[in-house]
Structure formats: C-alpha cells, structure tokens
C-alpha cells in the first residue's frame, strides 16, 4: 500500500516540473491565442544545453539553470520575429503551420548534429529514505524549483509592472495598445519568457530522465494534456494540471507497463477536451 | 461532371501516369511515379480537410499507417486476397475515424489541431505495445502471397496500377466533393463556422464526413505501400515525415484547389529526389521541408496556384 502512496508522492514531484512546462506554453497561448509547436524542441534545447554546458564546464547540472533561463528568453524572443509577429490578425492555423515549420527546421538540425543517440546526465543527490523507499534527490529538488520559479512567474505576472502590461495585452490588444502598452515588445517577451519556461522544464527534466532529440514530442503532447487539465490560458492552473498528471502517473505505474502511459495520457486529453472545453481547474482569460 | 473540362484534365494526367512507365518498360520511372502518386493521394485527401474545412491534421500519416496494418495483417494473419483487404482497410479506417471524428471535431481550430498531433502518439504508443501485431517489431509478410498476382515481377506493375488508381479516386475526390453543395458547406466552415453554423450548414456533421472520407484512400495507399513493401513496423507506418510533407505539398500548390496539390505533390517530389542525391542536403530533408513551409506560410500563403491565378484570371474557370 505504502508503494502505491510513494509512487503517487514521486508523480506530483514530476508532475510539478511538467506543470512548469505547460506553464510556458499556455502563457504564449493565454497572452496571444498561438499555440507554439516549438515548445516540444524546445524543451529538448534545455536538455541539451544541460548536457553541453554541464559537460564542459564540469560544474553541478544546477548551475546550468540562470544561463538556460536566459538564453531561453532570447531564443523565444528571435522566435516571435521569425514565426510568430507576421501571423498576428491572420487565421489561426497559419501560426500553427509557421510554429510547426520552425520546429521541422531546429529538430531536423538536431538529428542531423546529434543522432538519436540517448543522453543522460549524472546528478549525485542523496535521496530521503522512508521506510523502504527512496525519493530520488533530483526529484524533489526539480519539485522545489519549479514550484520556486512557478512562485516567481506568478509574482511577475500580478506585481510588476511589465508582468501588468502582459496580462492586459491577454485581455484585450487594442485597448492595451490605446492606453500606451508597446504591445509588439509585449507579445515578443511573452514568447520569449514561454521558451524560457519551456527550457528550464527541460534541463530539470533533464536531470531526472535520460533523454534524446526526439524526445520533444512526448514532453509536448504531455504539456497539451497539462495545458487542457489547467485551462488554457492560466499558468496557475498549467501547475496544478500538472500535479494532477503526475498523480495520474505515480497512481498508473505500478499496474500498468510505461509503454502505455502515453496513451491513457492521449486518452484522457481527448475525452477532457471534449467535456471540458474550458480546462478542468479554471475558466479561460484568467491570465 | 463529364461536360466540364477539369474532368478530362484529370483523365489526361492519369492516363499519362498509366501510359508512360509502360513505354520502355521502364521500372525507375515507375518507382518514381509510385511515390508522386502517393504524396497525390496523401496531400489530396489532407486537402480536404486543410483547404476545403480550413481544419489542419497534423496527423493524416495515421490513416496511411493504420491502413498499412490492417492491409497486412488481413493478408498475412488471415490469409485474406489483396482487394479484399485493401477494400475493408479502406472501410475500417474510415469507420474509425468517423467516429473519433465525432469526437474531436466538437473542438475548434487549434484544439482539433492538437488533437491530430496526440492521435498520432497515441496510435503509435497502442501499435506498439499490442502483440497480435508484433509490438515495436512489426509484421513481416512471406514472398507467396505475391503468387495470386503472378509474382513478384508482375505484381509491383499491378501494385503500381492500383495506386495510380487510388491517386485517380483522391483527385476525383477532392473535385467532385469541391463542386459539390457538401463542398460548398465544407468551404463555408473553413471561411466562417459560426456564419456557416447560422445560415443552415450542419457543421459537426460535416466536419466528421470530411474527416472520414479523407481517411478512405489514404488508407488503402498504405496498404498498398506496405503491402509492397512485405513489412511493417511502427516507426516506419506513423513516419511524420510524410505527413509533413503532405501538408508543404499542400501548401506549395495551393490549400483548397485540386491542380495545385497535385501540382506541389509533382514539384516537391522532383525536389526531394534532387536533394537525396545531393549528398550535403540528403541529411538535412527535414530542415529544407520545414524552410520551404516556413517561406511559404509567410510570404506566400495562397501557393503557387494563388499566383498563377493572380497572373492569369481566365484560368480560375478551368482549374479547379
């Protein structure tokens, strides 16, 4: 019994980072109606800027996270002037062609330069033992910080006054725009803190799994789910619909083989769009 | 339908597609045609939904990948003849997703979207964990069941008739479905579904029938290429290269007319065998599909067939 609790502990710790994920992308979704499918390679850019710059500068894979961040911010920003800024007023399926071209491009380059050779970073972390089970170190400590940035993304968002100008653009462009919000530099910082968030996911990510190129497309269609459980739109709801995943995981794995948890997930992604067309945890525009 | 002339075009270019590998016995061109009538069928019946309903499925490869199993597992596992199965792949797939459709196409736009791109994952992660059809490791056919074509030999020619055949049902397809009032609903969607919603089109209605129908032959050209191919396995049926591919082909031309698929489905297929041969760009297909699409979506969303229209206006009566 006590297994069962302790695999449904293990999924929340995971499901926090995977929340942190679908933050980034339903902040891109909530502030300018894109869904951006980059977000998948993306991730597997913070994994493997993880593995690169942790492996050559020999320093603790935790380090890696400031540079991440950052690098993701200007990654995300050169996104919004390449695929995103010439699709706005345009139908929506013409920014999810130009999103989903921009990713062929990097995920073709990343299999022309990496293979799909599989990539895994040592993290030496002790774990908490209890009874007879073992929480992973990396674990809790990927939990604690992405709940720490998540905390940190929420503050941004309601007490700043860049964060203030973010959310009016979500509520409503024009009038943003009428009362003085230079709402282009919004929209482009809105992607650029999405990839940013998409990135850090994927190096914390990175130091629980062992990962490849291709990963991306799993962790994207994960971060769909998340994205439908919390609402679109609402980064608070994106970590709770990421608990609730990693619940659903932790309370899976030990009667089902990890090769199915793909499709349960896909399973009931689809059946919560269809009865919650809103997200389960909140309503929409409550960015 | 017989008296207008888009319906002799399209006998003509199937004609040429039957007549020309003929002449010389020639096999290469054959291969090559093989495959340019697959990206026809494929980026044709991803048309309907992309062009007609203004619906974008990022995962039009299950169809083609799904039909591929059921086509090989009736040959191999039940010993069933070749148009049997091809004709139950056609049906089955169909009957699948006309009820799925249902399902997802209460969502809107990008939701739908999304979902196509998890059908894909989902199909894939099903096939590869249920054994009847050999897990990750796939079905392989034995050389004999060639025999009721009359062999190998004989049998590429026959397999090669059939999907020019297919290729001709997609075209005939896309247009009998464009001029028709189930097309003009369809058309109506993909401009303003609320406004169709009002003035009298069924729309979930319709958005489930296209979905079904794009299904039909996609499924049976999978069957057909894996039949061909004696062997299938997950990651080659749900490759999303081709799907991808599907929707540049789709875009090059010109979402929504049935000249300009085909006409993208020639011209990228001409592309891509001069890139394979090029030894620097046979690595980086992926990254030149995705840079055309990019420019594409960007500064030329209407395609070729939007700037043959633009230079000459007479030619919108003609080609559809």
């Known amino acids: ?287 | 339908m017989l008296r207008r002339p888009f319906f002799w075009i399209i006998a003509l270019v199937v004609a040429a597609f039957v007549v020309s590998p003929l002449i010389g016995n020639d096999v290469q061109l054959r291969e090559s045609l093989a495959l340019a009538a697959v990206y026809i069928t494929l980026a044709s019946n991803l048309n309907l939904m992309l062009g007609y309903a203004g619906y974008i499925n990022f995962g039009s490869i299950v169809f083609f990948g799904l039909g591929g199993y059921i086509c090989v597992w009736l040959v191999d596992a039940h010993h069933w003849p070749l148009a049997a199965s091809l004709l139950a792949t056609g049906i089955g797939v169909s009957a699948l997703s006309l009820v799925f459709g249902f399902g997802i196409l209460r969502l809107r736009g990008p939701f739908f979207a999304l979902s196509t791109i998890g059908i894909v994952e989902g199909v894939q992660a099903f096939v590869e964990n249920f054994q009847p059809w050999g897990g990750s490791s796939g079905i392989y056919i034995s050389p004999e069941v060639f025999a009721p074509l009359g062999g190998p030999g004989p049998a590429l020619w026959v397999i090669y008739f059939l999907f020019v055949a297919v290729m001709a049902a997609s075209l005939y397809l896309s247009y009998g479905i464009k001029i028709s009032k189930f097309g003009l609903g369809l058309l109506a969607i993909g401009q303003n579904e609320d406004a169709a919603a009002i003035l009298g089109v069924p729309t979930p209605r319709y958005k489930a029938l296209c979905y079904s129908a794009s299904a039909f032959l996609p499924a049976i050209a999978g069957g057909l290429y894996f039949f061909k191919a004696a062997f299938i396995q997950p990651s080659d049926a749900f490759d999303l290269t081709l799907s991808t591919e599907a929707i540049v082909i789709c875009m090059l031309g010109g979402q929504g007319t049935v000249t300009g698929v085909a006409l993208g489905a020639y011209l990228y297929e001409e592309l891509r065998g001069y890139l394979l041969i090029s030894s620097t760009f046979s690595n980086f297909q992926l990254v030149i599909a995705g840079a055309l699409l990019l420019v594409i979506v960007l500064f030329f969303p209407s395609g070729l067939m939007g700037f043959i229209y633009d230079r000459f206006p007479r030619l919108q009566k003609v080609l559809e």
């Open chain 1, 1 to 287: 019994m006590f297994g069962i609790i302790a695999s449904i502990i293990d999924g929340v710790l995971v499901g926090l980072v995977y929340g942190l994920a679908a933050m980034g992308l339903t902040l891109i979704w909530g502030v300018m109606d894109v869904i951006n499918l980059t977000h998948g390679t993306m991730i597997v850019a913070g994994m493997m800027a993880l593995y690169l710059i942790s492996g050559a500068l020999g320093v603790s894979p935790y380090f890696t996270l400031p540079p991440i961040l950052i690098g993701g911010f200007f990654v995300g920003v050169a996104l919004y002037w390449v695929a995103v800024h010439r699709m706005m007023g345009r139908p929506p399926l013409m920014s999810l062609l130009s999103t989903f071209s921009v990713n062929l491009i990097l995920v073709g380059l990343g299999t022309a330069v990496w293979g799909t050779a599989l990539f895994n970073v040592e993290v030496s972390l002790p774990g908490l033992t209890i009874d007879r089970y073992t929480f992973p170190g990396p674990h809790i400590l990927a939990a604690v910080l992405a709940a720490v940035i998540a905390s940190l993304l929420y503050a941004f968002l309601h007490y700043t006054r860049l964060g203030k100008a973010l959310r009016a653009v979500a509520n409503n462009r024009e009038a943003a725009e009428l009362v003085g919000i230079p709402t282009t530099r919004v929209l482009a910082i809105a992607v650029g803190c999405g990839v940013a968030l998409a990135g850090v996911s994927g190096m914390l990510i990175g130091t629980l799994f062992p990962f490849t190129i291709l990963s991306g497309d799993g962790y994207q269609l994960k971060s769909f789910v998340v994205t439908v459980l919390g609402g679109f739109g609402n980064p608070v709801g994106a970590l709770m619909g990421g608990v609730a995943l990693g619940l659903l995981e932790g309370a899976v794995t030990p009667f089902v083989p990890v090769s199915w948890t793909l499709v349960i997930e896909f399973v009931l992604f689809v059946l919560v769009l269809i009865a919650f067309p809103g997200g389960v945890f909140a309503r929409r525009g409550t960015l």
